[in-house]
């Protein structure tokens, strides 16, 4: 039993839904298995104080919270306290200094004009008290500050005894001093500083002696500090200083240990955070590697159920891209094995344009690309610098550029050898890349390296190429599929079918060919497959290689057999070529379109020569045994090849047709096969039948046209 039987009989037993859930699960498992070692985390066997056996990389990069915390801390530490310097204080101290000198004026002008009126009845002293009473009672009053509690009595009294002259002077002197030493930052802890130097700048002024002690004391009082400490803005500052450190990352490839080290408390707590250590396992590799399995199976799972073909193609197309997605991860694992070799970036040296180029020979240039992509990812995980857990960008970009010019560089796929030329401009686009990344990268590269690159780049597309050759005509056995390469093979007239027809029935052959050039611009006009309509046209009539001389065509300088026997047994005869041509294509394992193609090119129609010839005969013929068995026609191509194989026949017996006798013979035999309903189970449409006719008359006017008559000499 070969493997289509066997995945045939798997179907059987379960239904589409289930039998591509079990693929797409199965699928999923493989890849998960395959790259699961290299998303496993290395782990270390190590103690502190310990010394290393072997130089530990970071594997990833990650920031240190504790050593980040440590630095904020440390930058906001060193913020300063912020001093904010309010100029409005110069004239507030120098306001209250007149103030009070203007509560000592009122109270004197006021007690003195009294004393007067009472003629002096009360002594100097009493006087005095009264009016120290007053003062501070307006002080309190009227001023924010408790100023009696900071100025002495003393020192108000001596204020009270004064003259106005005296005062007045002893205000503009205090009121200056204080505006001058205020315009200096003053700050709490430079006060006494400054009280000093009014002290001193008003001791050695003109006030009277008797003011001087009374002025400097209102002098240190007035001056206050102008430069506050401003907690708010010194947070903010802080705050600002711990943003601007930057995070501290250990970053990947970092060197935590080198080999024969002491391992201090720095690199245990790094190999501890990097969760490198075996006390300390983690699963977060297994799930991120579980969510990039899920991502890829769950893109393919629903770009499959949006596909719109048979249930059969989609398992069909299903296996055949796991099984070329297998092979790759296999080639790719066995190039990852390699880096024992000690050469940087081995992974250049993957076929990466195998894959993709396969795809789109067996299915398409979509589903070529999405192979390629999901390549690429694998690929940067395999090839990981021996630091698991990590990504190779460089490798994903390699594969992904690589795999993308084989399916764009595939342009004829009709030979074998355009594979192999097609692999050699890979190894060109390979080289390309590989510089483009190496410079990018300002690396420093020996020659030898260079020389290495090169090989890895050209064995890489050459390689994709030969796997590609070598793996077609086994998908092709298994699958059955009908590629371009290997129709071309079928074309090819060696083949002992065609040569059996070209032998043995010269006249069919020659109708086949015809037949095939009709069929096949028909199928280009309307976008089906015309080198299947062609290389089908080869085949179709193989069946007449039986008996040969039954058939017109075939019948050169030879009475007509036909003529001999019954029109029953005639007609057995010719319906026979169907079957017996599929029964001879089975035979020798011809793809299942080229035998459907012999079996359905005359449908169910009437082989109506001889059912009239009967019907003279005998008028209770039964007509359904004077038709082909079929089946009708199924696609787009067995439909052209019906129509094309009876305008070929019916043209070919006509006497020096003209354009518009073939285009009325197309049309009529079109017609016919549309009221006999023969196209009723393919998908063709009256628009593309349209199409046909016209392509049909202009390729047999291209055939019958008029030749030139010369004269008999």
């Known amino acids: ?149 900071s100025i002495s009595d003393k ?111 720095e690199a245990y707590h790094q190999l501890q955070l990097l969760g490198l250590l075996k006390s300390d396992p983690t699963i977060k590799p297994y799930v991120g590697l579980g969510i990039f399995v899920l991502l890829i199976i769950g893109s393919l799972y629903l770009y499959f159920a949006t596909f719109k073909v048979t249930e059969e193609k989609k398992q069909n197309y299903l296996i055949m891209l796991s099984l070329v997605f297998i092979i790759s991860l296999i080639l790719m694992k066995i190039v990852g094995m390699m880096t024992n070799i000690q050469l940087d970036n081995i992974g250049y040296i993957f076929p990466a344009a195998m894959a993709p180029m396969l795809i789109r020979i067996m299915l398409n240039e979509r589903f070529a690309f999405i192979l390629t992509i999901i390549l690429a990812a694998c690929g940067s995980i395999v090839f990981h610098d021996e630091i698991a857990g990590s990504l190779n960008v460089e490798v994903a970009v390699y594969i992904l550029f690589s795999g993308t010019s084989g399916i764009l560089l595939l342009t004829n796929r009709n030979r074998r050898s355009n594979i192999l030329q097609t692999g050699f401009y890979v190894s060109l686009i390979n080289v390309l890349i590989i510089f483009f990344l190496l410079f990018l990268g300002n ?10 690159y090169l090989i890895f780049a050209f064995v890489s597309g050459l390689l994709s190429a030969i796997l590609t050759i070598g793996l077609l005509p086994f998908f092709e056995a298994c699958f059955g599929i009908l590629s371009t390469l290997k129709l071309i093979e079928l074309s090819n007239p060696n083949h002992p079918l065609l040569k059996k027809i070209l032998t043995e029935a010269p006249g069919t052959y020659h109708h086949s060919v015809m037949v095939a050039n009709l069929a096949e611009s028909a199928c280009e006009a309307i976008g089906a497959n015309g080198l299947l309509a062609r290389v089908g046209c080869y085949y179709h009539d193989i069946g007449k290689t039986r008996r040969p001389q039954f058939f017109i065509e075939n019948q050169m300088n030879i009475e007509n057999p036909h003529d001999r026997i019954s029109p029953e047994a005639s007609k057995d005869i010719i319906i026979a070529h169907a079957t017996d041509g599929a029964k001879m294509l089975k035979k020798h394992k011809l793809p299942k379109e080229i035998i459907d193609i012999a079996e359905q090119h005359h449908g169910t129609t009437l082989l109506k020569y001889f059912y009239y010839k009967e019907k003279k005969q005998n008028d209770n013929v039964d007509e359904q045994a004077y038709r082909y068995p079929g089946p009708k026609p199924q696609t787009k191509e067995a439909a052209i090849i019906s129509i094309a194989d009876s305008v070929e026949a019916a043209v070919r017996s006509m006497s020096h047709p003209t354009p518009e006798q073939i285009k009325d013979l197309i049309h009529s035999i079109v017609q016919d096969r549309l009221q006999d309903d023969q196209l009723n189970e393919c998908d063709i449409t009256l628009k593309e039948l349209e199409v046909i006719k016209k392509t049909f008359s202009e390729t047999l006017n291209g055939i019958f046209h008029s030749r030139i008559e010369y004269p008999n000499q």
Do not use: W
């Open 1 to 149: 039993m070969n493997f289509q039987a066997y995945i045939s009989k798997i179907r059987t037993l379960l239904s589409y839904k289930v039998f591509t859930i079990i693929c797409f699960l199965l699928l999923a498992i493989l890849l998960y298995g395959a790259l699961f070692y290299h998303v496993k985390p290395q782990t270390y066997d190590i103690e502190l104080f310990s010394v290393a056996d072997k130089t530990i990389r970071s594997p990833k990069t990650i920031i240190d919270e504790e050593k980040t915390k440590e630095e904020q801390q440390k930058a906001a530490e060193s913020v300063e306290k912020v001093y904010t310097f309010k100029k409005e204080k110069v004239q507030n101290r120098v306001s209250l200094i007149n103030s009070i000198f203007g509560f000592v004026e009122d109270i004197n002008n006021e007690n003195d004009l009294q004393h007067k009126e009472k003629n002096d009845t009360k002594s100097n002293k009493k006087l005095l008290v009264e009016k120290l009473d007053i003062l501070k009672s307006d002080l309190t009053a009227n001023v924010n500050e408790d100023v009696t509690k």
């Open 155 to 265: 020192a108000l009294e001596e204020l009270l005894k004064a003259s106005p002259s005296e005062l007045e002077e002893s205000r503009n002197i205090i009121s200056n001093q204080v505006e001058m030493v205020m315009n200096d930052k003053i700050r709490e802890d430079s006060l006494s500083h400054f009280k000093n130097v009014i002290a001193e700048q008003i001791g050695v002024s003109s006030i009277p002696p008797s003011l001087r002690e009374a002025s400097i004391e209102l002098g240190k009082y007035a001056i206050v500090p102008n430069e506050i400490y401003d907690p708010e803005l010194t947070e903010e500052r802080k705050k600002q200083e711990i943003r601007n450190v930057d995070p501290v990352k250990i970053l990947q490839g970092q060197v935590i240990v080198q080999e024969g080290y002491l391992i201090d408390h």
């Open 443 to 452: 690396g420093q590269f020996s020659r030898m390296e260079y020389v290495y």
